[in-house]
């Protein structure tokens, strides 16, 4: 049984993309190592060098138990000057008590002394299993040899360092032209369970070589989440450990952007949005058994929040997700999760499609309805559903994937 369960965990979910091309930010040296967190060879700490000016913005988790690392994180972009991260793979060191904290503590200051900076401008984040304190000898041990290693890993190793049950390597890249400059983002992202994301997503780290200021790079990232990061769900669950930060090395040269009137501005927080987006939707196609992406799309509630809540209602249900991965043409599961979501909804309002295909209006099934089309719409990999409450002009859209044995596989031993 566990041979089989670790081969599920190994492969390469259906709906993974090809890592794409990406370019060195100036300004990020990054170095990998391995440590034995847990019992696999492959490198597990990634420790990425930023150069000074570098300002960082980020968002962290609202889980009420979070980690040490996540609360030194908080407490540290107040300053908005970063020089270092340092990124544990196979151990989340939350729920720890002060032992955790003061690993974490002890990490960073051994980032700091290698770079030559304050432990206040080293960030820190650490992923895997929950209640299992940092050993502070494997964590120095990493720092060390990851230091010695800078700039010899790429995107691509120091991606796949930061994962844990990820089954591809997650990356995404965008450019903007700042007045007679082009500024060059990447953004790497590990994510596929315990993804109910309430800031962010469960690691997240983009990087550009743009110049601008602390709040309004901050001001940037805050509003890229929402429709983001803070749009998808795998399976409804918030970890301990959510981290999306931003680093900005200001190394392209040109005049620090200000304020969103600042030329250029406006293609930089797009830019920094078109990431986000991507990162997001890649953690979403590597849901944890997922054979079906699902876009959900509610309209007419009473507001967009309401809109988001319904939505996120129908995406998080469980009898939705498996009638999806069933191929299951069952919109009266959609009709329920409309109805327990709490929020303003009329019953002969309502309408439902499928892709494009209308099944339910004015609350009841469609004339003459033909549930072809929608089962061959169940078929492919990406799935569409909208739901129009025909209140009012909110609008959401949410993305989650289909609830399969594979999720159940993976969770049930998660911890070998």
């Known amino acids: 049984r566990i041979l089989a369960i670790k081969a599920t965990r190994m492969t390469r979910s259906p709906l993974a993309l090809p890592f794409p091309a990406l370019a060195p930010i100036a300004g990020v040296r990054i170095g990998t190592a391995t ?6 060879t492959r490198d597990c700490v990634t420790l990425v060098e930023l150069a000074p000016g570098t300002v960082v913005a980020g968002v962290t988790t609202q889980s009420k138990c979070p980690s040490p690392e996540v609360e030194l994180c908080r407490a540290k972009l107040a300053g908005g000057s970063a020089r270092g991260l340092v990124v544990n793979a196979g151990n989340s060191n939350a729920f720890t008590g002060m032992s955790g904290r003061q690993a974490a503590e002890a990490q960073a ?15 820190s984040a650490s992923t895997g299993v929950i ?21 010899e890993a790429d995107w691509l190793a120091a991606t796949n360092a930061i994962g844990t049950t990820d089954t591809f390597p997650k990356a995404a890249t965008a450019s903007a032209i ?3 400059t082009r500024v060059t983002l990447v953004g790497i992202v590990k994510g596929s369970g315990m993804i109910a994301p309430d800031m962010a997503t469960m690691l997240g780290f983009i990087f550009t070589d743009a110049a601008i200021t602390p709040a309004l790079w901050q001001q940037m990232l ?20 959510d981290t999306v930060l931003a680093f900005a ?14 030329p250029g501005a406006d293609a930089l927080a797009a830019a920094l949005a078109a990431v986000c987006r991507q990162l997001a939707l890649l953690v979403v196609r590597d849901g944890e058994g997922a054979s079906k992406l699902i876009e959900v799309n509610v309209t007419g509630a009473v507001d967009d929040g309401s809109a988001k809540r319904v939505a996120l ?71 569409r559903i909208t739901a129009d409450l025909g209140l009012g002009p909110g609008r959401a859209r949410v993305w989650t994937c289909d609830l399969t044995h594979g999720y159940i596989s993976i969770n049930a031993d998660y911890r070998s």
């Open 313 to 383: 209602s129908i995406a998080n249900s469980p009898l939705v997700k498996t009638a999806i991965a069933g191929g299951d043409a069952n919109w009266g599961r959609v009709v329920m999760a409309v109805g327990k979501a709490g929020e303003p909804a009329e019953r002969d309002l309502l309408s439902i499609r499928f892709g494009d295909t209308l099944v339910a209006d004015a609350g009841m099934v469609v004339p003459g309805y033909d549930e072809a089309p929608v089962a061959a719409h169940l078929q492919g990999q990406e799935v």
């Open 109 to 123: 200051a051994r980032v700091a002394e290698r770079l030559g900076c304050s432990p206040n401008q080293v960030f």
């Open 249 to 262: 090395t200001g190394a392209a040269g040109h005049a620090p952007l200000t304020d969103m009137d600042s």
């Open 131 to 151: 209640g299992v304190p940092l050993p502070v000898d494997l964590a120095l041990s990493g720092v060390d040899q990851a230091h010695a290693r800078l700039g």
């Open 35 to 40: 440590v034995p967190y847990k019992q696999w």
């Open 222 to 241: 805050s509003a890229a989440v929402g429709p983001t990061f803070n749009s998808i769900t795998v399976d409804s669950d918030t970890s301990t450990s």
């Open 178 to 180: 700042i007045g007679s």
